[in-house]
C-alpha cells in the first residue's frame, strides 16, 4: 500500500474566511493528485485534478477562483477553500497516483465546517 | 456517460455469508477498475483492484471478477465479518490522460454478527 495524509482531519471556519487543507503523500511521489467532495451518503464527487508543476484541471461545475488548488511539489497538494460559505461545508478528500502501475490511494479526508 | 451503474445500493447479510456487488460501465475503453471500502468519516481504502487484461484476482476473502465484453464487474466478499460492514465503491478509470476515476454509487454492507 501507500500512505497519503491530509490535514487538518477536521476544521471549523466563519463566513467569509478562507481554509487550506494540505495532502501529502509520504512514501512515494505523486505528480498527479485529485480532490473530491462527497456529501453525506453520497458518492465522491471529483473536483479538480491536480497536476504538479501546473495549472490544476477543475471538473465543470467547480470554481477555480473559490477552490484553489497548488500542486507546488511532488508530495504536496493544498486546496484552499476562499471566501467560504456554510454550503461549502463538507467532507473533502484527496487521493494521489502512485507508480507507473498507476494506482490511486486516498487521504482519511478533511471535515469543513464552515459557520 | 459518466456514470458507473452499482448495484445494491444497501446489502445485510448475515456474518458468514458471502456478499456480492455489482458494478457496469460504459466506456469500453476503460481499462482500470479498483474497489474501495469507506468506513464512516474516513477515507476510501483500496481493497482490491483488477485490470483490463485480467478476468479474475482474489485476495484472501476478497474477489473481483470483470466481464469486459458486459462491461460488468463484481466484488465477492466471502465468510463476511461484521468488521467488513461499510460503503464499498467501485470505479472505473477511462484512458484519458489525467487517470482520474469515476466512482459508481456505493454499496452499504451490513453484516450482522
Known amino acids: 500500500g501507500a500512505v497519503v495524509s491530509q490535514h487538518p482531519s477536521r476544521v471549523i471556519c466563519k463566513s467569509g474566511t478562507s481554509v487550506k487543507i494540505e495532502c501529502r503523500s509520504l512514501d512515494f511521489q505523486a505528480t498527479t493528485m485529485f480532490w473530491y467532495r462527497q456529501f453525506p451518503k453520497q458518492s465522491l464527487m471529483l473536483m479538480a485534478t491536480?497536476?504538479?508543476?501546473?495549472?490544476?484541471?477543475?471538473e465543470q461545475g467547480v470554481e477555480k477562483d473559490k477552490f484553489l488548488i497548488n500542486h507546488a511539489s511532488l508530495t504536496l497538494s493544498t486546496l484552499t477553500v476562499t471566501s467560504a460559505h456554510p454550503e461549502d461545508s463538507s467532507f473533502y478528500i484527496c487521493?494521489?497516483?502512485?507508480?507507473?502501475?498507476?494506482?490511486?490511494?486516498f487521504g482519511e479526508g478533511s471535515w469543513l465546517t464552515v459557520v | 456517460g459518466e456514470n458507473v451503474e452499482q448495484h445494491p445500493s444497501t446489502l445485510s447479510v448475515q456474518e458468514g455469508d458471502s456478499a456480492v456487488i455489482k458494478c457496469t460501465y460504459s466506456?469500453?475503453?476503460?481499462?482500470?477498475f479498483p474497489w474501495y471500502k469507506q468506513e464512516l468519516g474516513k477515507g476510501p481504502q483500496l481493497i482490491i483492484d483488477?485490470?483490463?487484461?485480467?478476468g479474475e484476482k482474489k485476495d484472501q476473502r476478497i474477489a473481483v471478477t470483470l466481464n469486459k465484453t458486459a462491461k460488468h464487474f463484481s466484488l465477492h466478499i466471502t465468510e463476511t465479518q461484521p468488521e467488513d460492514s461499510a460503503v464499498y465503491f467501485c470505479a472505473e478509470r477511462r484512458n484519458t490522460g489525467f487517470q482520474k476515476l469515476v466512482f459508481g454509487t456505493g454499496t452499504r454492507l451490513l453484516v450482522s454478527p
Open positions: 483488477i485490470r483490463s487484461n485480467v
Open positions: 491536480s497536476n504538479e508543476g501546473s495549472k490544476a484541471t477543475y
Open positions: 487521493s494521489a497516483l502512485k507508480g507507473s502501475g498507476n494506482t490511486i490511494y
Open positions: 466506456d469500453s475503453a476503460s481499462n482500470y
